[in-house]
């Protein structure tokens, strides 16, 4: 009660304005908050990561929980407690042994996984440590190939059910992934939205997904808090991950100025994997083939696309308008189920079969409820896919039985145990029944050595439980005999067999690691060969590219003179053709002024004659006349002036022209 009083505290705190100052991301938050939930173990390539305990050896990230839709896009509720973080900051990868470990990041998304889909299946997939966050690149449809996500890595459903409440419960089996990969298509596009400064994560499209799911798609405001987010829980600190109403509250501090990547006090690391080998998600596709076909066919999606060649496509308004404007959290909280939700009993079929069981909540704190919200182990889902019962089924980790015999002392039939963790056979071990002691006052001897058997289910320490021997019950034996000659001798003999099998065990013990180290080479060999034959690979592909690019530059150039030589020459042509017109114009202008200067000679010449005969005819005249009488007072006539000579630049004049004539 004191626990879902403290959540619904925090929960209202939320609503109000908040008065602190803001919290601050570091790693001591980090180590502070995920400590109760798991352990910290050490790696020589990733540092400090974190692994969960309290999970199956099924368990992936991703699965406990369900998917909204928000103002950031797809974004993850999970109802783990300590799901607000490693789904949000950071990223997550597979260690062969050890498992799925979290490796710590301080940018916070709505969730940090790669998507695929087909006209019948929804696959996500977490993003590994080397998917890093860059705001003007983001993370695109080619996030398979440059990262080397394989098909185990994928958790797929139907898209009737994506929409489920709890999506493990109707997760396919993985070992169809790579069927059905060969049928869907990368559709990741994680991008920046600058207006609201949320990471999106796009790519699958609301309108596409909602019609098809069989269960109501929630979409909610999202409300990012950076205040009051840790709520003193049970085992530590949570941060809060709660749906009200509308709205998804979330806590999203911003990373610490300063310190932020450094732990301030000594970590307790539970282990150390030194040189730890990856696994990627293709484990047993190498031998068929399967891994090389399924590269080609991812590699045929993207035609070979980086993060430099096609970035994410960038942020489009349009993508939230189906999410309210506003948070509301006294709102009715949105149905996570349609009436009559079916789904298939298998996945091998289609047929539809009615869900009556009642489905798993969300997590989600509510003032208005008495009982409180909180979800404890265990956490019930829907039943399996594959399993045809009406029945949830509960995920709970089952202790082997404790072995029980009722009369130790009488072993008729042999008894068949489990192989012991040093014995690399698969057949069980008989125990050859032994014959009971003699009777002696002694205590007896046997079942001296631990019985070794299997570690638990929920036992991640890797080493082999030990049995405390129990004592046989007392029997009543006779006194034994003065000479216990025989007695010793027998108990010598055993205890030698004791010894030798002891030396036995251990020198097996040597072998198996022996073995197992050989194995650890030959998969780090294999491991560093595929690197290099990879890396080979991208050499050649990056030569042959670099080769295609200078061919593509050097026909470009080639185009580029050819077209400058043909524009030069058309410069040169089109100036002759203007210097031959020109030339044409002044050789006209010539002759039109020569035929001039011809034409005004003519006719200067011509009044030269008239002028000189218009003398000789009055020469003749005055010859020709009588004597004169004496000169009278005539008044004198002023001579006539003379026609003056024409300008040879200037043409006759009309009254020119008509003397001229009368003097021809």
């Known amino acids: 009660m004191k626990l879902h009083t403290l959540v619904l505290a925090c929960a209202a705190s939320l609503l109000a304005s908040p008065t602190w100052a803001e919290d601050r991301l570091s790693f001591d938050s980090f180590h502070d908050s995920l400590s109760p939930y798991g352990e910290w173990n050490q790696t020589d390539t990733y540092g400090l990561v974190w692994q969960p305990t309290g999970v199956d050896r099924d368990w992936s990230p991703y699965t406990d929980g369900y998917w909204s839709y928000t103002d950031a896009g797809w974004t993850w509720v999970s109802y783990e407690d300590w799901g607000g973080i490693c789904y949000h900051y950071g990223r997550w990868v597979e260690l062969e042994g050890p498992?799925?470990?979290?490796?710590?990041?301080?940018?916070?998304?709505?969730?940090?996984?790669?998507?695929?889909?087909?006209?019948?299946?929804?696959?996500?997939?977490?993003?590994?440590?080397?998917?890093?966050?860059?705001?003007?690149?983001?993370?695109?449809?080619?996030?398979?190939?440059?990262?080397?996500?394989?098909?185990?890595?994928?958790?797929?459903?139907?898209?009737?059910?994506?929409?489920?409440?709890?999506?493990?419960?109707?997760?396919?089996?993985?070992?169809?992934?790579?069927?059905?990969?060969?049928?869907?298509?990368?559709?990741?596009?994680?991008?920046?939205n600058r207006d609201s400064g949320y990471v999106f994560n796009g790519g699958l499209d609301y309108d596409y997904i909602s019609p098809r799911c069989a269960h109501t798609l929630p979409a909610l405001k999202l409300v990012q808090n950076t205040t009051n987010i840790?709520?003193?829980?049970?085992?530590?600190?949570?941060?809060?991950?709660?749906?009200?109403?509308?709205?998804?509250?979330?806590?999203?501090?911003?990373?610490?100025?300063?310190?932020?990547?450094?732990?301030?006090?000594?970590?307790?690391?539970?282990?150390?994997?030194?040189?730890?080998?990856?696994?990627?998600?293709?484990?047993?596709?190498?031998?068929?083939?399967?891994?090389?076909?399924?590269?080609?066919?991812?590699?045929?999606?993207?035609?070979?696309?980086?993060?430099?060649?096609?970035?994410?496509?960038?942020f489009r308004p349009e993508s939230i308008a189906v999410v309210p404007k506003k948070a509301d959290p006294t709102l009715p909280r949105p149905s996570l189920l349609k009436a009559n939700v079916s789904r298939p009993a298998d996945d091998s079929q289609d047929g539809p079969s009615t869900l009556k069981a009642p489905v798993a909540r969300p997590m989600v704190p509510d003032a208005r409820e008495e009982k409180p919200t909180v979800l404890k182990q265990p956490i019930v889902h829907p039943g399996r896919p594959d399993d045809d019962s009406d029945k949830p089924v509960a995920i709970k980790p089952q202790r082997p039985a404790a072995p029980t015999d009722e009369k130790p002392t009488l072993l008729k039939q042999p008894i068949v145990r489990p192989s012991r963790p040093d014995d690399d056979s698969d057949k069980p071990v008989a125990i050859k029944p032994q014959r009971p002691a003699a009777p002696t006052d002694e205590k007896p001897t046997l079942l001296k050595q631990p019985i070794v058997r299997p570690s638990r289910p929920d036992d991640d320490s890797g080493k082999p439980a030990a049995i405390k021997p129990q004592r046989p019950p007392v029997i009543e034996r006779p006194a034994a005999p003065k000479d216990d000659s025989v007695l010793r001798?027998?108990?010598?003999?055993?205890?030698?067999?004791?010894?030798?099998?002891?030396?036995?065990?251990?020198?097996e013990r040597a072998s198996q690691a022996a073995r197992q180290r050989e194995a650890d080479d030959a998969r780090r060999m294999t491991v560093e060969k595929?690197?290099?034959?990879?890396?080979?690979?991208?050499?050649?592909?990056?030569?042959?590219?670099?080769?295609?690019?200078?061919?593509?530059?050097?026909?470009?150039?080639?185009?580029?003179?050819?077209?400058?030589?043909?524009?030069?020459?058309?410069?040169?042509?089109?100036?002759?053709?203007?210097?031959?017109?020109?030339?044409?114009?002044?050789?006209?202008?010539?002759?039109?002024?020569?035929?001039?200067?011809?034409?005004?000679?003519?006719?200067?010449?011509?009044?030269?004659?008239?002028?000189?005969?218009?003398?000789?005819?009055?020469?003749?005249?005055?010859?020709?006349?009588?004597?004169?009488?004496?000169p009278q007072a005539i008044p004198q006539r002023p001579p006539a002036p003379t026609q003056p000579a024409p300008s040879q630049n200037r043409p006759l004049t009309e009254e020119e022209q008509k003397l001229l004539k009368k003097k021809r």
Request: glycine share 6%; proline share 5%.
């Open 530 to 630: 595929q690197r290099r034959s990879a890396d080979a690979e991208d050499a050649q592909r990056k030569q042959a590219e670099a080769a295609r690019n200078a061919d593509e530059n050097a026909r470009r150039q080639a185009q580029q003179r050819s077209a400058a030589a043909a524009e030069s020459n058309a410069r040169r042509e089109q100036a002759a053709a203007m210097e031959r017109q020109r030339n044409a114009a002044e050789q006209d202008n010539a002759r039109r002024a020569q035929a001039a200067d011809s034409q005004r000679r003519a006719q200067a010449e011509m009044a030269n004659r008239a002028a000189n005969e218009a003398r000789q005819r009055q020469s003749e005249a005055a010859r020709q006349a009588p004597p004169q009488r004496p």
């Open 230 to 314: 840790y709520v003193n829980g049970n085992r530590g600190n949570v941060f809060i991950n709660a749906q009200r109403g509308n709205a998804l509250y979330v806590a999203a501090p911003q990373r610490a100025e300063s310190n932020w990547n450094v732990l301030t006090r000594k970590p307790v690391i539970a282990k150390t994997f030194a040189a730890p080998v990856v696994s990627r998600g293709w484990a047993g596709m190498d031998k068929d083939g399967t891994r090389d076909k399924l590269l080609v066919k991812m590699r045929g999606e993207v035609n070979d696309a980086t993060p430099a060649s096609a970035p994410a496509r960038a």
């Open 489 to 507: 001798k027998k108990m010598a003999e055993q205890a030698d067999d004791n010894n030798a099998r002891e030396a036995a065990i251990a020198r």
């Open 99 to 192: 498992g799925w470990c979290w490796v710590p990041g301080y940018e916070w998304g709505p969730a940090w996984v790669s998507w695929r889909k087909s006209d019948d299946y929804v696959g996500w997939a977490p993003l590994p440590p080397e998917a890093r966050w860059e705001v003007n690149v983001g993370i695109s449809s080619w996030a398979d190939t440059h990262y080397d996500i394989g098909p185990a890595h994928y958790s797929f459903c139907h898209s009737r059910d994506f929409g489920a409440p709890v999506l493990r419960g109707v997760i396919v089996p993985r070992s169809r992934n790579v069927t059905i990969i060969n049928f869907t298509t990368n559709i990741t596009n994680i991008t920046y």
